[in-house]
């Protein structure tokens, strides 16, 4: 359901709600507008770019989205990431891979595939976003301490080449970036400014102090990049090749990958601090369209920004109204105070970005889930961790997951247990009906657990562990939740080698699904259908009336040989039929 639509029936539109939501908005509008510019220029972009992207995806986000708290822009998770892109694809390049990451994030919410970026463990999502913040931070050192441009196509090679020039930092630079961040960190704190974002008291503070004494080691906005146009952005579809969407699909779907993740895990913060219910895959519906349409304007890759949302509840947001006015709010400053930008320090984006990095890496967080997280849990975190570091975000996501998914299937086939069970145990869990003991010649074995692929090894050691082959076999199903072909497939085996050896197999407990399965591939009938019982209490009984029935046939029969006329009757008998025979064979000849 759209966020705006949730939010409208339950009433939270009308004009009551309006001031704290249009006070929330212009407070995360603000606190946008250092971030938005920090971001575009780690990305490789213009910072207009940044505020162009901010204002489109924060105003598609509100009304299309699937929480109704949400604040979507650029986001640090993405530095890494479009930085990449934008270097070897240029800013077109980016333009068009965002595109068809929204397409992506579209078709993904369509198809109501939101619920699916909840299965990602946490240990890979803490490695790479921490991957991701030292990326971040050792990528800002030239703009915080004035350094020269070095190059480096790999981590290892940039953070050599930025250790060998260090020397050669600008001081005034470096002051005013200690400043900056001290500002972010530590102004909030002072009175007076308990309301007033770190951020924009920094990039104030330090950007009248640039316009007062024109350090010209300093760079800013205006050295670097001309200053921020005057004015919105024109509308401007990117010119799309066939090869350059081949060639883009790959960071695209990086992109998409990131932005689901990143956003539903921001409308997961939202509906724990405001006590919400987003809609996972709305929320990618609107952030697809967010990233499909901020091209056109200028933008590039935008989702749910977790810092902002949580501002905007912090602030008494509680309607896609604060989103909405977020967008205004940056529209305005691009309107008015887009000339006094030119003076900004790139140093003081920089202090930001460091804060910024800090908060991703959850550096407590990564420490306490080393020392007590198990240890499978902490290698897939540091190797992570690790190749988002020195390799790529897409190959460490993916082997994390990879890692994380045979861990989780060990561990699963690990606690498939499949036993004989004991008559003490059946007469524990029968003794309310009245349990004796088994018949003679018959073994159960039960299955606890999913009988899958990664359980079927320990089916088979537990079936070979029989040293002698009982008359009947009864296989209890009741504790197996759902089974597939692989385990379909080496129960048939099982039971038609039983059945060679003569063993007679028998199948009870099994739920409808189970069930269901069974009869299609063909198990049901291989055993018969009298051999399956929806209960074992339903089998016992079967197997103690067959035994009262064979029981009574070899008493009649110890009868009949034990009484002189029945074995009379019985020789007569055979007698006249071997007569019979014989005079048919004479006739015949």
């Known amino acids: 359901m759209l966020a705006i639509l949730e939010a409208k029936k339950a009433g939270l539109l009308n004009r009551n709600h309006w001031l704290s939501n249009i006070v929330a908005g212009v407070i995360v509008g603000v606190v946008a507008l250092p971030l938005a510019m920090a971001f575009a220029i780690a990305s490789g972009a213009k910072p207009e770019q940044g505020l162009y992207t901010a204002i489109v995806a924060g105003l598609f ?19 890494v990431v479009l930085s990449g892109i934008t270097a070897k694809y240029g800013i077109e390049g980016l333009q068009i891979a965002s595109l068809m990451a929204g397409v992506i994030l579209l078709l993904l919410g369509l198809a109501k595939m939101g619920g699916i970026i909840k299965f990602i463990p946490d240990p890979v999502i803490v490695g790479f976003t921490a991957g991701i913040g030292v990326i971040i931070w050792v990528g800002q050192w030239k703009y915080f301490f004035g350094l020269p441009e070095v190059v480096g196509e790999h981590f290892h090679t940039k953070l050599y080449n930025l250790l060998q ?53 300093i760079k800013t906005i205006g ?85 902002r949302t949580a501002t905007n509840i912090r602030n008494g947001g509680t309607s896609p109204i604060a989103g909405i006015v977020h967008s205004i709010t940056l529209i305005v400053i691009l309107l008015l105070l887009a000339p006094l930008a030119v003076h900004i320090p790139l140093a003081t984006l920089a202090a930001i970005l460091f804060v910024v990095a800090w908060n991703m890496s959850e550096a407590k967080h990564f420490v306490k889930m080393v020392r007590r997280a198990p240890r ?16 790529d975000l897409v190959v460490a996501v993916n082997i994390g997951v990879i890692l994380a998914t045979l861990h989780f299937l060990r561990r699963m086939a690990t ?13 524990q869990e029968f003794s309310h009906k009245g349990f004796i003991n088994l018949p003679p010649g018959v073994l159960v074995f039960a299955v606890e657990g999913p009988f899958f692929f990664g359980a079927v090894e320990n089916f088979e050691r537990a079936l070979a562990g029989t040293h002698t082959d009982p008359q009947h076999l009864i296989i209890r199903l009741k504790w197996v939740p759902f089974i597939d072909i692989t385990g379909l497939q080496t129960l048939e085996e099982v039971i038609r080698d039983l059945q060679k050896r003569g063993v007679n197999v028998m199948l009870s407990g099994a739920n409808s699904r189970v ?13 018969g259908e009298t051999n399956h019982f929806s209960s074992f209490d339903e089998a016992l009984d079967f197997l103690k009336t067959r035994r009262n029935e064979s029981a009574e046939e070899q008493h009649s029969q110890k009868v009949a040989e034990s009484d002189p006329v029945q074995q009379f009757l019985n020789t007569s008998r055979k007698y006249f039929l071997s007569s019979s025979e014989q005079r048919s064979k004479k006739d015949c000849d």
């Open 61 to 79: 986000v509100s009304i299309f989205g699937g929480t109704r708290l949400q604040i979507a822009g650029p986001t640090g998770a993405f530095i």
């Open 165 to 217: 020039v260090f020397p050669q930092f600008d001081l005034a630079t470096t002051l005013l970036a200690v400043l900056a961040i001290s500002l972010v960190i530590y102004s909030p704190k002072l009175p007076g400014l308990k309301r007033v974002p770190g951020p924009l008291v920094a990039l104030v503070v330090t950007t009248l102090i640039q316009i007062t004494f024109q350090f010209e080691g």
């Open 223 to 307: 050295t670097a990049f001309g200053g921020i146009p005057h004015g919105l952005p024109e509308f401007a579809a990117p010119s799309i090749t066939w090869g350059e969407v081949i060639e883009l699909i790959g960071p695209a779907f990086t992109i998409a990958m990131l932005g689901a993740i990143e956003s539903l895990l921001s409308a997961v913060v939202a509906d724990g601090m405001a006590g919400t219910r987003h809609d996972s895959n709305q929320e990618l519906v609107g952030q697809g369209l967010a990233n499909i349409i901020a091209p056109f304007f200028g933008g590039f890759a935008a989702t749910g920004a977790i810092a």
């Open 376 to 391: 499978a849990d902490v290698a897939i975190l540091l190797v992570t961790f690790t190749l988002t570091v020195f390799a």
């Open 415 to 427: 606690s498939v247990e499949v036993r004989q069970s004991t008559e003490q145990e059946l007469t």
């Open 515 to 527: 069930r269901d399965k069974l009869i299609k591939v063909g198990i049901i009938n291989l055993i």
